[in-house]
């Protein structure tokens, strides 16, 4: 295990979900998706971290997060990251996890309310993106928007069960792409729903 791994792991241990949850704060210990409101989870932990320690974050990544839902996932990503744009499409989710993540101390999180769905052309391209909602098919201009070297975790099926990818785009252009996981997430909203 690497030691930027052991730090993730550390942190992520310390992590207190319950901050990042406004109700059921009394289930946080529980390893399972926990209702946030406006039909959103947060995401079980043990998924959470399994993603953050696939997408490979580096000190100098600017990443791209699509779904900022209650912060917890950005919170992990923007601590291993120099700077990470979140996209939220539901105002209160956005609001509540600007204040939260405001509040924790960080300030190289960027926040934009929007679907999320076309990605951020105006930030691109981004060294990592991570998507936590689940879309019908790879959109292509995430794609577009992740850099020479870049790596996307992305869950893609139908609403009932995705394959949680893993996407490298290379230095050939090729795009490399892997299979994590099984997962249930939310539906991605906007054009690849």
Do not use: C, W
């Amino acid at each position: 295990m690497t030691n930027q791994n052991q730090e993730i792991i550390s942190y992520f241990e310390k992590l207190d979900r319950s901050f990042f949850m406004d109700t059921h704060q009394e289930f946080a210990n529980l390893d399972e998706a926990i209702p946030i409101g406006h039909e959103q989870t947060i995401s079980q932990p043990s998924l959470v971290l399994e993603m953050t320690l696939a997408i490979d974050l580096q000190p100098q990544s600017k990443v791209l997060e699509i779904g900022t839902g209650s912060g917890f996932q950005t919170a992990l990503l923007a601590a291993f990251s120099n700077a990470v744009y979140t996209m939220e499409r539901i105002e209160e989710l956005h609001v509540r996890a600007k204040e939260r993540l405001k509040e924790a101390g960080f300030t190289n999180i960027h926040f934009k309310l929007d679907d999320g769905s076309i990605g951020l052309e105006e930030h691109a391209p981004y060294d990592r993106i991570m998507v936590t909602a689940a879309a019908a098919q790879t959109p292509r201009e995430l794609i577009d928007q992740l850099a020479i070297g870049g790596k996307m975790i992305i869950p893609v099926g139908t609403p009932f069960l995705q394959k949680l990818l893993l996407i490298e785009k290379a230095e050939n252009g090729k795009n490399y792409t892997e299979v994590l996981n099984e997962v249930r997430f939310v539906p991605l909203k906007g054009k690849y729903e």
